[in-house]
């Protein structure tokens, strides 16, 4: 098993930057493949960007590809989410999520942390 602790979320104005890191723990780092949700108020729980064991695939929903950037330091047991020309509409709570496959890590994954709240005002 798997325990995921995000980090890193806040306050932004619309057209800032913020990152997102997830520490995790427990089982080995490389067994899973990471993804990134969001929730914005009101609305279902949203795919963002998953990467595999090594980092060198990645997928991006279309509403945040060339502004979102996944990442991981398998060294530090850690994914990060760099976010850039943010917009309000990127406002949610941002869920780290792991699984053994990066498909299953973006449509159904096994393991969630608590989740950071990211705000972004117009």
């Known amino acids: 098993q798997v325990h995921l602790v995000e980090s890193g979320g806040g306050l932004v104005q619309a057209g800032g930057s913020l990152g997102l890191s997830c520490a995790a723990s427990?089982?080995?780092?490389?067994?899973?493949?990471m993804a990134w949700f969001r929730q914005a108020p009101g609305a279902e729980r949203e795919f963002v960007a998953t990467i595999n064991w090594s980092g060198t695939i990645t997928y991006y929903a279309d509403s945040v590809k060339g502004r979102f950037t996944i990442s991981r330091d398998n060294a530090k047991n850690t994914v990060y989410l760099q976010m850039n020309n943010l917009k309000p509409e990127d406002t949610a709570v941002y869920y780290c999520?792991?699984?053994?496959?990066?498909?299953?890590?973006?449509?159904?994954?096994?393991?969630w942390g608590q989740g950071t709240h990211v705000t972004v005002s117009s």
């Open positions: 427990g089982r080995t780092f490389t067994d899973y493949a």
């Open positions: 999520a792991a699984d053994f496959t990066a498909a299953q890590a973006m449509a159904d994954p096994g393991y």
